[in-house]
Each structure stands twice: as C-alpha cells, then as structure tokens.
C-alpha cells in the first residue's frame, strides 16, 4: 500500500514536466501577450516592448522555462500580471470557493443519487425506477448554466429563498482563517456567518451536482441490478439472512465499485461546470478567475493554476483509487 | 357437416400458422448465426426508448435540411424594429402572435425563424465537431491498441507514449481546453468545432484502445496469425471492425454532450461572433440579459438543445444496451 503511493506520487513527476512543457509552448503562443491586455490597441511598439522586457517576455522562450523551473523548485509561481499578487496567494484565496462548491454538488449527487439508484434497482420497472431512468437521462442533457439560471431566476428572484449571488452576505463581518468560509464560521463559532455561507452555496451546488447526480444514479442502478442477479445474493438470501443484512453486506458494498471510479472520474468534470456555475452566481473560486486569465494573458497565473489543478486531480484518483481496497477487500493495490 | 369458417377463425388460423413461419424462420436464422449487428438492430427496433430517440432525431433532421425553405421570415431580417414592435432599450419585446408563432428576439427578429434555420446550424457543430473527436481519437486510440495488442515490445512502447499524452488531456477539465483552444484560436464558428471537437478525442482514443486490446486476445486473431496473416492486415481487417461498436455508440452520445457544449462556450463569449446565422446556444447566450424582460427567448433554444441532446442520449443509450454482450442471449 504505502509502496503504491509512492510510486504513483513519483509518477506525477514526468506527467507535470510534461505538462508544464506543453503549456508553457501553448501559452506563448497564444496571440496578442498581457501588453495588448493592458494596453489595449492604443499602446506604441514602445511601450509594447518595454512592458514585454519588464516581465521578461523578450527573452528566448527556453530561458524563461527555465526561469519557471527554478522558481517552481522552490515553490514560488511567480506573481499575476493583472493583480499584482503572487499566484500562491491569489490561488489560496479563490480556491477554497471552488472547493466548497464542487463539494457540495458531489455531496448532494452521493446523497440523493446512490439511494436513488438502489432504490430503482431494486423496483425495476416501477415507477420509481422509470422517474430516476428518465430524470437521469434528462439531467445530462440540460445545460449547466441554463439550469443554473433558471434555479437562480425562480429561487433566487422571485421566491427570495436563496440569495442570487456571491459567497457571503457582506454585512456579516466574518473572520478569515482558511477562506473555506463554512469552515472559518465553525472555527471561530460564528455560527451565523457559517449558516449564511452555506445559504450561499445551495443554489450554485444544486445547479452543480445536476449532471453528476445523474450520472451517479444510472451507475448505482446498473451496478446493482447486476449484483442482484449474482448467485451469492441468491444464497445469502436463500439463507434466511435478514433482508437488511444482505442489503448492505452484499448488494451495495459489491455495486459500490463502479460507483466509486465514476465519482473519481466525475470530479475532474466538476471543474468545467464551476466555470460556468461561478459566472452565473458571481461565486468566486478560480473558475471564473481561469477565464478571465485566459484572455488577459496572464501566463504566471494560467502556468500556475493549472499545474495545481493537475496535481489536485491525480490526488483525487489516487484516493480513489486507494478506497477500492476499502470497499472491496479483494482488490490489494499493489 | 362442417360450416363454413367464420371470418375471424380464418384470420386466426392464418396469424397462427405465421408465427409458425416466423418461429421456424428465426430458428434457422440462430443455426445460420446472426451478426452481431444485425441482432443489435432487431433489439433495438423493440427498445421504445430508441424509437423515440429515432423519432425525435427524425423530426431534428427533417427540420435541419429542409426547415429553411420554409420559415415565414429571414431569420436575419430584423422586421420588429423596423415596424416599431421591438424597443429592446425600453423593456419591450412582445411575445407570440398570430404573424410572429414564438414573437421576437432582442433585435426584432422573428423567433420562430431563427429556431428553425438554427437547426440547420446546431446540427452542424454538433456533427463535425464529433466528427473530428472521433477522427483524431480513432487514429490515436486505434495505433494505440493495435500497437499494444500485436505490436510486441516497440507497440508496448509505442501504447505507452500515445496514453501518456492521452491522460494528460484527461487530466485538463474538458471546457478549460476548449476555453483555450478557443482563445487560441480566436472566436469563430470552425473555433467552435475543433475546440468541443479536440475535447472528446481522450475519450474515443480510450475507448477504441481498449476495446482492440480486448479483441487482440481472442481465439479469431490466434488462428489469423497462426494462418500467417500479416499483423497490419489482422489489425485493421480483423480486430478493428469488430472493436467500434463501443466507438460508434459513444459517438451518439458525443453528439449530445457536443451541442451542450458549444453552447456552452457561446455562453463564456467564445462562440461564432457572427449572430447573423442563428444557432441554439448563441441564441440561448444572447438571450441572457432579456432574462428579466422575456425569459422565453431563453426557453425556446434552451428546450430545442435539451430535446435534441435527449434524442441522441436515448439512442445511444439504446444502441449501447443493444450492442452489450452481456445482455446476448
């Protein structure tokens, strides 16, 4: 097991070099540079070139690799063209928004989504099981940020339930800690604060987890539909086992294995949603804030950013990978 | 004496020694042997969700190639401002009437017409884009396989690099790479296309991959190689044909999550900047700030994308459940 780890984190070695290459060639060549962001069309070659110089921009590409290396090596990214902050700083502060977010949606779609599929396998052909089918197949086709400003237009404006935008109601003076903002109300026992982060993400998580949730109850519901025509069920059933017992023992715990790789898998899509979802709520996390990169050229941050993501989206598989063993005794990583 | 047989026992006769045919014709065609294909096709004809699918899929089709010749209006003729109907600026954009079916977008358009001729325009995303996933991920996933299953130690090599880079795309969230590309690129409808188009190339390379190597360990291929055909023609006359069927039915499926997508980058700004010729997610994105005003000019495109990805998804969920092993008798 340990040995597993190991060398799956010495994997991500290569893949990052390899990574932080292609995106190093894709990002200088991009047209126009961060001079044309900030100057817009109106700068002298001037003032074009002394901006590249100031940020290092004249030099031979493989220099400034090389410069990233260095600084990579001893976990600096650098600092933003556009805010002038250091990347590690702008990334600590948005991030954890981000995080809330996807959790919450991967939350609600585990909740509701795993009992869902269970409870349509096992009433095949009820209507249960045809409303969970046809809801599954639906909540894959309707577009994140539609869905998520019809949630917003109904909830949000006209019912007032939900609020419309943002992460925190700005008259709740909240104390920062970790910028996970439900976490710092638990810690510092500002309970209000938390309770209104919170309020904050029902709307954005449940716009969120539309797709996953879907795809979480057609996995669950095929996964155990399968395990329910093994002869081992037959047996334990036949055994006189209690109907809970066989349940929990042998269906679910044997159809979780599906389930589990598709949540892995699942994960790094939530990302493309939150890009979407944060635009429409105004949540600030590092969807929007890619975007916005994206188009000012903002190389450290774009560099930065996304080699984080990497490194966060194979951990992710990792654990996955690492809670096969868990669920499923007979799976030894090796 | 024997009467004559009423009309209803005659025709019962009859069904009955039909489906006597029918049984003895099935049987011969089981000791024949029945395609794979053609036996996915029989269960499909049975699975109401795939023909609903098809017949949804029908009408998308019908309406895509022939809609345009017949929508009342231009859908580029901006006729509510002309006749003073549409005041945008004001609030005011009146909805359906008896000239106007679905009323007027935000330039006094005619909304009806748009949707029609936006067919022709979402169709197209949606098929070329799947198109060229399907093409640079069949190339990639295809040497991949037939390099791992027959290749020997250099193919093993060969997997390897090509999986590499295939993860490494993984590893990106799919609209982070086609916000990218995009940008890349510049805005533009061909934008569009290659960018949702180079995102699903991981999937179909994965796919086809390992469907190959799973096909190169089969009886068939050890007696085509023990027969001393060559390796090349074992991979693309033997084991490729019968590894597309998970390619072809996850190629239904992209065609959905394709138009979801491109509509999804109109939505971040990244789509065809020319509004000119309408298309579902550009309309659908255009709508946004008329929200408040007429959020119908949302539901229209929104309900017509949702329809038609449901229309792909159902018939390649179909056609997945037709083509599984498993579910062979």
């Not at chain 1, 060639?25 to 070659?45: C, D, F, K, N, S």
């Not at chain 2, 795939?50 to 009342?72: D, E, K, M, R, Y």
Request: hydrophobic fraction near 50%.
């Amino acid at each position: 097991m340990f040995r597993f780890i190991v060398r799956r984190l010495l994997q991500l070695i290569p893949a990052l070099f390899g990574l932080s290459i292609l995106l190093f060639i894709w990002l200088h060549r991009l047209p126009g540079g961060p001079e044309t962001a900030i100057l817009g069309e109106r700068g002298t070659p001037e003032m074009r070139a002394a901006i590249r110089e100031n940020l290092g921009l004249d030099e031979p590409i493989l220099v400034q690799y090389g410069r990233f290396m260095q600084r990579m090596f001893r976990l600096d990214l650098g600092t933003s063209i556009a805010t002038k902050r250091e990347v590690t700083t702008e990334f600590l502060q948005r991030f954890p928004g981000t995080v809330e977010l996807a959790a919450t949606a991967m939350i609600i779609a585990i909740l509701v989504g795993i009992p869902l599929g269970y409870l349509a396998a096992r009433r095949r052909g009820r209507l249960l099981d045809h409303v969970s089918v046809a809801g599954s197949l639906i909540g894959v086709c309707i577009p994140v940020f539609f869905l998520a400003y019809v949630l917003k237009a109904i909830f949000a404006e006209n019912l007032h339930l939900f609020p419309a935008s943002g992460r925190q109601d700005p008259t709740i003076e909240a104390t920062r800690i970790t910028n996970f903002f439900v976490l710092d109300g638990l810690m510092t026992r500002e309970w209000d604060a938390a309770a209104d982060a919170l309020w904050h993400l029902v709307l954005p998580g449940l716009a969120l987890a539309s797709i996953p949730l879907a795809i979480i109850v057609r996995i669950t519901r095929a996964s155990v539909l399968e395990v329910l025509g093994e002869d081992f069920v037959r047996t334990a059933e036949a055994k006189g086992l209690t109907e809970r017992v066989v349940r929990q023992r042998h269906v679910l715990r044997n159809a979780m294995l599906p389930v589990a790789t598709t949540i892995g898998l699942l994960t790094g899509g939530l990302l493309s949603g939150a890009v979407l979802t944060e635009t429409v709520f105004a949540f600030s996390g590092i969807g929007a804030f890619i975007a916005d990169s994206i188009s000012q050229r903002d190389y450290p941050v774009l560099m930065g950013f996304i080699m984080i993501i990497a490194v966060v989206f194979v951990l992710v598989n990792l654990l996955v990978d690492l809670s096969y063993s868990l669920i499923d005794p007979r799976v030894r990583v090796r | 004496m024997v009467g004559p047989m009423t009309i209803t026992e005659r025709a019962r006769k009859k069904a009955e020694k039909l489906d006597r045919l029918g049984e003895l014709s099935a049987a011969r065609d089981e000791e024949r042997g029945v395609s794979l294909w053609q036996e996915a096709f029989r269960r499909l004809r049975r699975n109401p969700a795939a023909i609903v699918g098809t017949v949804v899929l029908g009408l998308f089709l019908l309406v895509a190639i022939v809609g345009p010749f017949f929508v009342p209006y231009a859908p580029t003729d901006t006729i509510g401002i002309r006749e003073g109907l549409v005041k945008s600026g004001q609030g005011i954009i009146p909805g359906p009437s008896g000239d106007h079916w679905f009323g007027f977008d935000h330039q006094g358009r005619d909304e009806f017409s748009r949707l029609v001729v936006g067919a022709r325009q979402t169709l197209l995303v949606g098929v070329v884009s799947t198109l060229i996933g399907l093409a640079i991920g069949a190339l990639v996933g295809g040497v991949a396989g037939a390099a791992a299953g027959l290749g020997g130690r250099w193919g093993r090599w060969i997997d390897t690099a090509l999986m590499r880079v295939v993860d490494m795309m993984l590893a990106l969230p799919s609209l982070l790479l086609a916000v990218s590309i995009a940008a890349l690129l510049g805005a533009s409808l061909t934008t569009v296309m290659i960018a949702v188009g180079v995102v699903s190339v991981p999937v179909f390379a994965r796919l086809l991959r390992g469907s190959m190597i799973a096909q190169a360990n089969s009886d068939y291929v050890l007696a085509a190689t023990s027969l001393g055909v060559r390796r090349s023609k074992i991979a693309i006359g033997h084991v490729l044909p019968n590894s597309l069927a998970p390619v072809i039915v996850q190629a239904t499926l992209t065609l959905a999550t394709a138009i979801i997508e491109a509509a999804a980058l109109s939505f971040l700004g990244l789509g065809n900047p020319d509004t000119a010729i309408p298309e579902w997610g550009v309309m659908l994105a255009d709508a946004q700030p008329y929200l408040g005003i007429r959020p119908a000019l949302a539901i229209y495109p929104a309900v017509a994308i949702i329809i038609t990805a449901l229309g792909f998804t159902l018939l390649g969920e179909a056609m997945r459940e037709a083509l599984d092993p498993k579910l062979r008798k």
